[in-house]
């Protein structure tokens, strides 16, 4: 047994009071355009997401988040980590990172199962990596490193992607359950990128989610992705742009049909829309959550 | 088969520096041809630090429009692509870039343009520091003049133009043509002080004298030292008029040359 799982035992083993632990409801991904009227207006939304990196300057960004934080659970979810990235981690970001957690103190964390960083270069996009027992390794080191040096539990998201590569060798969904059973992070199940690399890449939807440990499943991502034409030929892009897509919906229900009632966020960064309508894609999963409980009492009964 | 530090490298290649080669022979078949998908990969790249740079540089963008900045946007992201994954950081270089790209000379004040918003966006996103206090003060009043070395809040920008860029900027962000087409663009020198105050970012002209003597204090000169470089200004008022805007955030006694 490694240093890092008894640091971190399997989720939700790690749930902490004074954290404001992240409910199992439905929650929405806060943007600058929305700080205002969350501040005023204190919706009734069971939980907020913001991303690490916007808040790691000061003004008037870290004081919404102060004040939001007040009356709300609230989840980091950090896109510049790089766990993939060969070269290592940048250890000013990881510090940065440690500094928001201190000031926010979240009730989870979260980072990607992708790269962004190499020859010291950021590229501003979340990365695929090759599904190799090298980059396992090394993205295990690299989540065993950051959970040692934040005293926490991280979620691992499994990403959208556009290619894979020839020398792949483990399928995503075990790639994900390996890093979980190796450093005892957790999962977190976008099931937007779930249906949007099924369609690219010709998996199966169902046995990826079947695939993944239930106990390990921390948080699920809702979001809509966009439509390419490429000369005839389909590519989903995760662009999270527009509403849920009708796909995406029913392999929620599925998904909280294998995981039970998790915390679900509703995620909008392009071309972001009227709070009303982050609301209205949050009461949808509310309900999609009431029935899959429903579902399961009904399974019970049976 | 690659190491996972060879392909990242062969990734950097074909996005930043446009060549796809290696990258091509790794990815697996697929209906698309492996082109397609690093084409996603790429816009992506430069659609995001692009953006990234619209939002630290507005008055740039107005003055030279949408496809030009673009295109400018380019450039600079290939050349000088970020080196953290904050990006608040990010666009440092663009001002000197501006400076040197040729068809951008026509607009001679848009480097500065550039170098006034850099500073902008500096004080919006500059840590929090906790302003001296009347408390503090006592403390302070122990030191010797020639000793105290005063710490400026981290948002304190002080920049020096030879032509009225703080007034262009302004017409600029305001759209006002009329105002902008006003400006007499050989007025002399302009002193400008941007800081992030309690109500908000605060962009301000000051005359030479007080110009000189903030940024004395702000690059770690002695009071004494700073106050006799400007005979002509009232320092005490002056350092009054700082304190009360929370521009100095704690000092120090700085060990005598003597």
Known sequence: MTMARQLCPPWPAASDAERSPIPAKPGIGLRFPHHRIVAETRPDIAWFEVHTENYMGGGTPLRYLDDIRRDYPISLHGVGLSLGSAEGIDSNHLKRTADVIARVQPGLVSEHLSWSMVCGTYLADLLPLPMTEEALEIVCRHVDQVQSALGRCLLIENPSSYLQFKHSTIPEWEFLAAIASRTGCGILCDVNNVYVSACNHGWDASAYLAALPQDAIGEIHLAGHAIKDIGGRILRIDDHGSRVSPAVWDLYAEALSRFGQVPTLIEWDTNIPDFEVLRDEAERAARVMESAKTGAIDADAA | ?258
């Open chain 2, 1 to 258: 088969m690659p190491t996972l530090l060879e392909l990242q490298n062969a990734v950097f290649r074909a996005v930043v520096s446009r060549d796809a080669a290696e990258l091509e022979t790794h990815i697996a078949r697929s209906e698309l041809a492996p082109a397609d998908p690093i084409e996603v990969y790429r816009n992506n790249f430069f659609a995001s630090l692009t953006n990234a740079l619209r939002l630290s540089y507005p008055a740039v963008q107005r003055l030279v429009g949408e496809e030009f900045f673009d295109a400018v946007a380019e450039g600079f992201i290939e050349a000088q692509p970020p080196q953290s994954a904050y990006l608040n950081a990010y666009g440092e270089g663009f001002a000197d870039y501006l400076a040197a790209f040729p068809a951008a000379a026509s607009l001679a004040y848009l480097p500065d343009v550039a170098r006034l918003e850099w500073t902008v966006n500096r004080a919006l996103h500059a840590p929090d520091a906790r302003a001296l206090e009347p408390a503090d003060f006592a403390a302070m009043a122990g030191i010797l003049p020639d000793q105290l070395v005063l710490v400026p809040h981290p948002s304190i920008g002080l920049l020096r133009f030879s032509q009225p860029i703080e007034e262009i900027w302004r017409a600029v962000l305001v759209q006002d043509d009329e105002r902008l087409n006003a400006i007499d663009r050989a007025a002399g020198p302009e002193f400008v002080l941007v800081e992030r105050s309690a109500s908000g970012l605060e962009v301000s002209r000051l005359d030479e004298a007080e110009w000189r003597f903030t940024a004395a204090l702000c690059t770690g000169e002695a009071f004494a030292a700073a106050a006799e470089a400007v005979s002509e200004l009232d320092v005490a008022q002056a350092l009054a008029r700082h304190f009360a805007a929370g521009r100095f955030t704690g000092f120090h006694r700085k060990p005598s040359a003597s």
